[in-house]
């Protein structure tokens, strides 16, 4: 047994931390569960796997949802093979047709920061996410997995900028935030849309967008990239 699959197997073996019950910000009257468990840097192989099994992460913790008496938190992955945009994905392509994409490795920018806090001001007015520029490189640019930012620009101005976790099979859309004076755009459709394209140009087999929970308003969008799949008691499923 090579080292990824014996951490995996200790990793099914293992009560993992949970942590308090909180007010889900999703449904109202629900309370939330995460478990999970924090590392400094894991291979790609190794998240990718994670990925299969619903996890997503935040700066250095890997987390899946574990909440009583309630499973609406089901994750949702686009292959990218059969992804076809929708009439109104196609619009927003039409929208951003004068958008330029560049695909690096993330890297911390000023400019980058100063979007993000327009972004949160008006976008997300009172979030408890935090704001500082501590926050924004521990959330998005500690070296953890192997990663992708993806900046949008219009004629060299910052509109929008992705950041995503990269395996070889698959991708993750970790955050993506936008220039508040552009969201007729709809730079977050239109992102979407780019990055799948992109995963696919790139031989990755899936995109993975987080947690659809049916019935909250802010997560409907992710069930609007289809075909799609849905993990269910442990196995992936079309939608």
Known sequence: ?????????????????????????????????????????????????LMGRGFRRSGAVFY??????????????????TFRPSRSQR???????????????????????????????????GSPQGDTREDFVDAFYRPVVEALEARYFVGGRLIGVSLLDVGERAWSSVYHFFDPDERSRSVGVYSVVAEIS???????????????????????????????ELLRDGAWRPA
């Open 1 to 49: 047994m090579d080292d990824h699959a014996a951490f995996l197997q200790w990793l099914d073996e293992q009560a993992l931390p949970r942590t308090p019950l909180y007010d889900c910000p999703y449904l109202e009257g629900r309370q939330a569960r995460q478990f999970g468990f924090a590392a400094e840097r894991l291979p790609s192989e190794v998240y990718t796997a």
């Open 64 to 81: 899946a949802m574990e909440c009583p008496g309630c499973h609406a938190c089901v994750p949702l992955r686009v292959p990218t093979a």
């Open 91 to 125: 619009r927003a392509l039409a929208k951003n047709r004068d958008v330029t994409v560049d695909y690096r490795a993330p890297v911390y920018s000023e400019e980058s920061f100063a979007l993000y806090r327009r972004y949160l001001a008006q976008q997300h007015p």
């Open 198 to 228: 992109e995963a696919k140009r790139r031989g990755v087999e899936h995109y993975h967008l987080g947690f659809w929970i049916e019935g909250a308003k802010t997560m409907a969008y992710k069930a609007d990239f289809g075909p799609h």
